[in-house]
Every structure is written in structure tokens, then in C-alpha cells.
């Protein structure tokens, strides 16, 4: 176990939907970051959180927001949903801004129906 | 843009026999460059780190900054090697791009 904890696992919904996918960070690490998993993409990354402040933006569509808030967890919003969203979400945390060690989550599997 | 290559999706190997997982890298700074490994049921978690210069589990990776490549190499695979295993490059801005992975299967 990392430390790392995502919630929900699992989250089924419908296309045009909203949904809010939530990570907490190691005690102690600042960074969080986000990736999308898909079958054919492997591991995209999509945005990168230091201590509250966006640092670097991947392949993240318009769609997708993020923010970490002053306790250091963060959420990732995914609104009007289509089926190609479904994929696993994970998020990491690492103490430093960069360059450093990830402990990744267990992820949150999202289904878009 | 930086990108991270891994040319293989599926690598079998017998016990017993040297692995080498390939990684290519295209960035024009110098890059922190990183494997980690995913095993069965489990979290992705890192494997090891070109700075650090460690053997760990016995895997090694020499970054080839003239072929652009990070390989990661262990002389006698063993069947707990069998994983996804990702390399990962850290650039600028502190973007990070992973592979698409290689799944190493190691047969007994």
C-alpha cells in the first residue's frame, strides 16, 4: 500500500454526465498528478498539482478541471461525458515539484454508458 | 515535445534467460528517466531511476544519451519478473510521459 487513496474504484454513468473523482495524497507529499489509462493509450498524463498550485498540463481535454485544496487532496472533474472517457484514472503524489519517486493509487475505474 | 517509446507490447522470455526491455526517449534537455513495474493485483510502483544508479531486483538501466535510450536489462529473468513494467520520463515544466508499457511474461 502506498499511501495513496482514490475514491470511488468503481463509477458507472451515463454520456453527457458530470463526475468528481477524489485523491489523497501521502501524508507529507506535496505533488499530486493525474493519469488516464485506456486500453490502446497506455498512461496519459494529465495534470500535475504542486502544494496547491498547477504546475505542468498534459493531454487533459477542456472537459477535465482539477484542483488540489489547502489539505492537499485532490479532485478531478470529467463533465459531458462521452464513451471514449472510460479508462482508468490514477492519480500519484510525490514529496518534491518533480523529477521524484510517484506513489501511485489504486485508481478509479470510471464506465461511461 | 517529449516522448517516451517501448516498441514491444508483449516480451516472452524462458527462466532463466537475460531480458531487456526497451525504452526510447525523445526530449532535448536532459531528462529524469524512470521505470516502474506493475505486477499482477498490484499498484504501479517505481522499479528504479537513472540517477540513482541502483540494482534493484536485479534490473539495471544505463541511460544512452547518444541512442536516446534507457533499457532496462536483468540477466536471468525470474517468474516473479513477470509484470507491465512503463518507463517514464520527467522534462520540462515537470511534465511527466510514460510508455505504453511492455508486458514481460517469463515462462517456466
Known amino acids: 500500500d502506498s499511501g495513496v487513496t482514490q475514491t470511488p474504484k468503481h463509477l458507472i454513468t451515463a454520456t453527457g454526465q458530470r463526475v468528481t473523482l477524489r485523491c489523497s495524497p501521502r501524508?507529507?507529499?506535496?505533488?499530486v498528478y493525474w493519469y488516464q489509462q485506456s486500453l490502446d493509450q497506455g498512461l496519459q498524463f494529465l495534470i500535475h498539482?504542486?502544494?496547491?498550485?498547477?504546475?505542468a498540463k498534459g493531454n487533459i481535454l477542456e472537459r477535465f478541471s482539477a484542483q488540489q485544496f489547502p489539505d492537499l487532496h485532490s479532485e478531478l472533474n470529467l463533465s459531458s461525458l462521452e464513451l471514449g472517457d472510460s479508462a482508468l484514472y490514477f492519480c500519484?503524489?510525490?514529496?518534491?515539484?518533480?523529477?521524484?519517486?510517484?506513489?501511485f493509487g489504486p485508481g478509479t475505474r470510471l464506465t461511461v454508458l | 515535445a517529449q516522448r517516451v517509446t517501448q516498441p514491444e507490447k508483449l516480451l516472452s522470455v524462458f527462466k532463466g534467460a537475460p531480458v531487456e526491455l526497451k525504452c526510447n526517449y525523445s526530449?532535448?534537455?536532459?531528462?529524469?528517466l524512470f521505470w516502474y513495474v506493475q505486477y499482477s493485483r498490484q499498484r504501479l510502483q517505481l522499479l528504479l531511476r537513472?540517477?540513482s544508479r541502483e540494482s534493484i531486483k536485479g534490473f539495471t538501466a544505463d541511460l544512452n544519451k547518444g541512442e536516446t535510450s534507457f533499457h532496462l536489462k536483468k540477466p536471468f529473468a525470474q517468474e516473479e519478473d513477470s509484470a507491465m513494467y512503463y518507463c517514464?520520463?520527467?522534462?520540462?515544466?515537470?511534465?511527466?510521459?510514460f510508455g505504453t508499457g511492455t508486458k514481460l511474461q517469463v515462462i517456466p
Open positions: 500519484a503524489s510525490s514529496v518534491g515539484a518533480g523529477g521524484d519517486e510517484q506513489f
Open positions: 526530449y532535448s534537455g536532459s531528462p529524469e
Open positions: 537513472h540517477i
Open positions: 498539482y504542486y502544494n496547491g498550485e498547477e504546475r
Open positions: 517514464a520520463l520527467s522534462g520540462g515544466y515537470q511534465k511527466v510521459t
Open positions: 501524508s507529507g507529499d506535496l505533488s
